[in-house]
C-alpha cells in the first residue's frame, strides 16, 4: 500500500478510494483512530490478525485498546469506489473536505490535507529522510 493520493469528502461523508488501494484493501476494510491526528485504514486480513492478538491478551491489555476497535468502523465500497466515513472518524482526524490519502507500505492513513501539509513537508526534506534511513537502518 503505497502512494499520495488527494481527494475530498462529498457532502455525505463519502470518500472515494483510490483503485490501486482498493485493490490492496479488497471490497471491505476497517478504518480507525490513530495515534496521530489521521484516520488508520486496514485490510480485513490485517484487522482480523489484529483481532486474533487482542484476543490472546489479558483482559486488562485488552481494556487498554478500548478506544482503537470501538471507535472503528467497518467499511464496504460502494459502486463507485467510495466508503461512508463516519462523522466520529471525521472529528476526530478534523476531517472537513480535502484529504490526503497516503500508503504506508502496511497500512494506510487518511488525513486532512491542511493537517497533513506541514508534516509531509517536514519529513521529506533530505536531512530528515536521511536520518530516518540512518536510525532504522533501512
Known amino acids: 500500500m503505497i502512494g499520495t493520493f488527494y481527494h475530498t469528502v462529498d457532502a455525505k461523508g ?5 483503485a ?3 485493490e490492496e484493501l ?3 476494510f476497517y478504518v480507525t483512530i490513530s ?17 486474533e492478538k487482542l484476543e490472546m491478551m489479558p483482559q486488562a491489555q485488552q481494556i487498554k485498546l478500548r478506544q482503537l476497535f470501538s471507535k472503528a468502523a467497518k467499511c464496504e465500497l460502494d459502486g463507485q469506489g467510495r466508503i461512508q466515513l463516519p462523522q466520529k ?12 490519502i497516503v500508503g504506508t507500505g502496511v ?3 487518511i488525513w486532512d490535507s491542511v493537517t497533513y501539509e506541514p508534516i509531509e513537508e517536514e519529513e521529506t526534506t533530505p536531512e530528515n529522510l536521511k536520518k530516518v534511513i540512518e536510525e532504522l537502518e533501512f
Do not use: H
Not at 463519502?14 to 483510490?18: A, E, H, Q, S
Not at 495515534?35 to 483481532?51: G, H, I, N, P
Not at 471525521?90 to 484529504?99: Q, S, T
Open 89 to 100: 472518524l471525521r472529528d476526530f482526524a478534523g476531517i472537513a473536505k480535502n484529504v490526503t
Open 107 to 109: 497500512y494506510v492513513q
Open 35 to 51: 495515534t496521530e491526528a489521521c484516520l488508520m485504514v486496514y485490510s480485513k486480513a490485517r484487522w482480523d490478525r489484529a483481532l
Open 26 to 28: 479488497g471490497d471491505v
Open 14 to 18: 463519502r470518500l472515494f478510494i483510490p
Open 20 to 22: 490501486r488501494l482498493r
